[in-house]
């Protein structure tokens, strides 16, 4: 069974501070996304990396691909209550085949 | 607006009866991918239609189907409902970066 496992599931922090949350697999990814979810909507795509060992950044959140591409982190920098939401990361294979985790649900107190 | 379109946004019916879903991709888009997302199985892959014909089959239970019209919307049909099935539905169009998501469907059974 190829499985994506998220953690932590569920974060609580205060405004400012700094959290990183994972995305783990024993299996290689072609490529790997994360998504944010708020309630009552879809998924909304954030990034997408492909190479092993790639950062990008999307203003205070950093995303990382492992260098074997078979696992991935998002640091957020002085979270604020807008980034409050569900994370999932979702890996792609190479016959095209997608599987999302579970998410971390991720709550920032004011 | 993400440009895909879902109706009913809510839906709530008894145990034993059938409901269909709608989606709209986004304009061009061949391709429809239904998702079935809950509290503890995360987002769930039923199936994918490509231009009309059916391209993939997830986790789909049998008394689950769906189609796609040449129009390219397309229609998820449940029957036979049990409580299990409450959930949220979605459907996405898909690009190389990642998955377009609708708003979704809230299925509750009761």
Known sequence: TQLLEQSPQFLSIQEGENLTVYCNSSSVFSSLQWYRQEPGEGPVLLVTVVTGGEVKKLKRLTFQFGDARKDSSLHITAAQPGDTGLYLCAGRYRDDKIIFGKGTRLHILP | ?110
Do not use: M
């Not at chain 2, 079935?36 to 008394?63: H, P, W």
């Not at chain 2, 299990?84 to 998501?101: E, N």
């Open chain 2, 1 to 110: 607006d993400s440009g895909v379109t879902q109706t009913p946004k809510h839906l709530i019916t008894a145990t034993g009866q059938r409901v269909t879903l709608r989606c709209s991709p986004r304009s061009g888009d061949l391709s429809v991918y239904w998702y079935q997302q809950s509290l503890d199985q995360g987002l769930q892959f039923l199936i994918q239609y490509y231009n009309g014909e059916e391209r993939a089959k997830g986790n789909i239970l049998e008394r689950f189907s769906a189609q796609q019209f040449p129009d390219l919307h397309s229609e998820l049909n449940l029957s036979s409902l049990e409580l299990g099935d409450s959930a949220l539905y979605f459907c996405a169009s898909s690009d190389y970066r990642g998955y377009t998501f609708g708003s979704g469907t809230r299925l509750t059974v009761v």
